[in-house]
T-cell receptor, first 112, second 113 residues
């Protein structure tokens, strides 16, 4: 499982509230990614990080921010959640010197 | 940017038969092509990948082929089993420092016992 955990695994929240999802890795990988998965859209990249305090936007970054203050943790924040952000969120790490990405178990977020 | 298309969107096969899932990509610079399997309620799992310097790669019952000229690559599963039933995603990227994967929309494979 590449030593990746995500928390919480499930969350229900209301429109307009802030939400933070956490991704934690135990193997000191440099690259970390946040994706969302929606029916009919596959996996779409939200943000990624290439080192501590180094992040960049992905394909669907509007409404999301990220932070990485230490190698093992990559946080995804929805400043003011909207119903369109109801989704399953996956974190991934990129292993070693190759391009392989390994995914965490996911967080199911429901915004009412 | 890269665009990855996956077809068909669903596939049903009889146990023991072979299954072939095809993907096309648009960026001729892409040189890394992984396949992921996702079971219900779990994260995608990397099952096989191929780089542009080879045309085929096998791992037991699964294989991937790549045609760079036509910009398509395929996943082949032989002797399918019920546990092969899952959603399969293909992806493509250009290798490098800030490499990013672009995924297809996924295909649901059902293996009928």
């Amino acid at each position: 499982d590449a030593g990746i955990t995500q928390s919480p695994r499930h969350k229900v929240t209301e429109t307009g509230t802030p939400v933070t999802l956490r991704c934690h890795q135990t193997e000191n990988h440099r690259y970390m990614y946040w994706y969302r998965q929606d029916p009919g859209h596959g996996l779409r990249l939200i943000h990624y990080s290439y080192g501590v305090k180094d992040t960049d936007k992905g394909e669907v970054s509007d409404g999301y921010s990220v932070s990485r203050s230490k190698t093992e943790d990559f946080l995804l924040t929805l400043e003011s959640a909207t119903s369109s952000q109801t989704s399953v969120y996956f974190c991934a790490i990129r292993g070693g010197g190759n391009n392989e990405q390994f995914f965490g178990p996911g967080t199911r977020l429901t915004v009412l | 940017g890269e665009n990855v298309e996956q077809h068909p969107s669903t596939l049903s096969v009889q146990e023991g038969d072979s299954a072939v899932i095809k993907c096309t990509y648009s960026d001729s610079a892409s040189n890394y092509f992984p396949w992921y399997k996702q079971e219900l309620g779990k994260g995608p799992q990397l099952i096989i990948d191929i780089r542009s310097n080879v045309g085929e790669k096998k791992d037991q019952r699964i294989a991937v082929t790549l045609n760079k000229t036509a910009k398509h690559f395929s996943l082949h599963i032989t002797e399918t089993q019920p546990e092969d039933s899952a959603v399969y995603f293909c992806a493509a990227s250009v290798t490098g420092a800030n490499s990013k994967l672009t995924f297809g929309k996924g295909i649901t494979l059902s293996v009928r016992p």
